[in-house]
T-cell receptor, first 115, second 114 residues
Framework: DAGVIQSPRHEVTEMGQEVTLRCKPI?????LFWYRQTMMRGLELLIY????????DSGMPEDRFSAKMPNASFSTLKIQPSEPRDSAVYFC?????????????FGPGTRLTVL | QQQVKQSPQSLIVQKGGISIINCAYE??????FPWYQQFPGKGPALLIA?????SEKKEGRFTISFNKSAKQFSLHIMDSQPGDSATYFC?????????????FGSGTRLSIRP
């Protein structure tokens, strides 16, 4: 099993540009989570999906952030326009999402730098 | 009520010593308490987890102690090794739905001195 796959691993962009982060969850997992990690705020849940449907997006910072999950094997997190304060490591995680099984498997993360 | 408070923020322990990280929660609906370990440049990975119907769970050198009445739980690392140096997150999951989200603590950066 390849694990959760994220791309790109590193992204450097200029303020105002659109950024798209991509995630492929583990095959068979039906819950997908997007997190943001910074030194100041720690690990924050941005949004999570169950069976491709957004369940809770209360952690999305503002309208500049949007996430989609068009099918069970792909999700995107988009920032438009990007700002320097969006610089962080963004993690995608997936889980089996059935009763009694809760382990979330994290991807390697995308380190985003907005200049 | 949704928060999980973790301490200390950082911890330095001598090789062979015991590392202890503490967490507290308020929401009595939480029903699953995992600990995640994160190495630099990597995503967090599940280390050990406990349910509130038991007071202790041990896996090798790692033990979770759980005090339901005090709403506190802690991670003990026995015989700490330099390879244990990492950031540790406690967490809690609430609700009966299998899609319930996990709330993470703020993290503890552990350094084991050789």
């Amino acid at each position: 099993d390849a694990g959760v796959i994220q791309s790109p691993r590193h992204e450097v962009t200029e303020m105002g540009q659109e950024v798209t982060l991509r995630c492929k969850p583990i095959s068979g997992h039906n819950s997908l989570f997007w997190y943001r990690q910074t030194m100041m705020r720690g690990l924050e849940l941005l949004i999570y999906f169950n069976n491709n449907v957004p369940i809770d997006d209360s952690g999305m910072p503002e309208d500049r952030f949007s996430a989609k999950m068009p099918n069970a094997s792909f999700s995107t997190l988009k920032i438009q326009p990007s700002e320097p304060r969006d610089s962080a490591v963004y993690f995608c995680a997936s889980s089996l999402g059935v009763a009694g099984v809760h382990e979330q498997f994290f991807g390697p993360g995308t380190r985003l730098t907005v200049l | 009520q949704q928060q999980v408070k973790q301490s200390p923020q950082s911890l330095i322990v001598q090789k062979g010593g015991i590392s202890i990280i503490n967490c507290a929660y308020e929401n009595t609906a939480f029903d699953y308490f995992p600990w995640y370990q994160q190495f630099p440049g990597k995503g967090p990975a599940l280390l050990i987890a406990i349910r509130p119907d038991v007071s202790e769970k041990k896996e090798g050198r790692f033990t979770i102690s759980f005090n339901k009445s005090a709403k506190q739980f802690s991670l003990h690392i026995m015989d700490s090794q330099p390879g244990d140096s990492a950031t540790y997150f406690c967490a809690a999951r609430g609700g009966a739905s299998s899609a319930s989200k996990i709330i993470f603590g703020s993290g503890t950066r552990l350094s084991i001195r050789p």
